[in-house]
DNA sequence: ATGATGACCGCGG
DNA sequence: TCCGCGGCCATCA
């Protein structure tokens, strides 16, 4: 893959997240079909993982398929991540689940 | 060049 | 629900 097609699915990357609507998630394979790359979801969380600390992207409307965050449930990544969809509203069930009807579709 | 590593995914068992 | 495995692909040692 060229480094413009690189730079290009980064981009596109980062407009499908930032469209994520308040108070809903989207697997990072969503966001990478939605960005027309659909084989790349890893891509789309090495992206998040080097995102700038101070940056506006809603990176924590991103979960995985399962509808789990993808980091460890005691580490600070977890709790930060979680906190903020509950400040937009979405549920959590006891096992970490994110409900269905918070999914973007 | 080669092998290991991920904020991943889907399909079983 | 909880693993394990194979597929995927950029990045890095």
């Not at 097609?5 to 079909?33: C, D, H, M, N, W």
């Not at 993982?49 to 993808?70: A, D, E, F, I, M």
Request: proline share 5%.
């Amino acid at each position: 893959m060229k480094s413009s097609e690189q730079q290009e699915l980064a981009e596109k990357i980062f407009t499908v997240i930032g469209g994520i609507p308040f108070g809903k998630v989207a697997s990072y394979g969503q966001v990478a079909r939605l960005a027309g790359f659909p084989k790349h979801a890893r891509k789309v969380g090495q992206l998040l993982k080097n995102l700038p600390h101070g940056s506006t992207l809603p990176w924590y409307r991103v979960v995985n398929s399962q509808r789990r965050l993808s980091f460890p449930q005691d580490s600070i990544k977890f709790l930060e991540q979680k906190s903020r969809l509950q400040a937009e509203g979405v549920v959590f069930s006891k096992n970490h689940v994110i409900a269905k009807c918070c999914v973007w579709e």
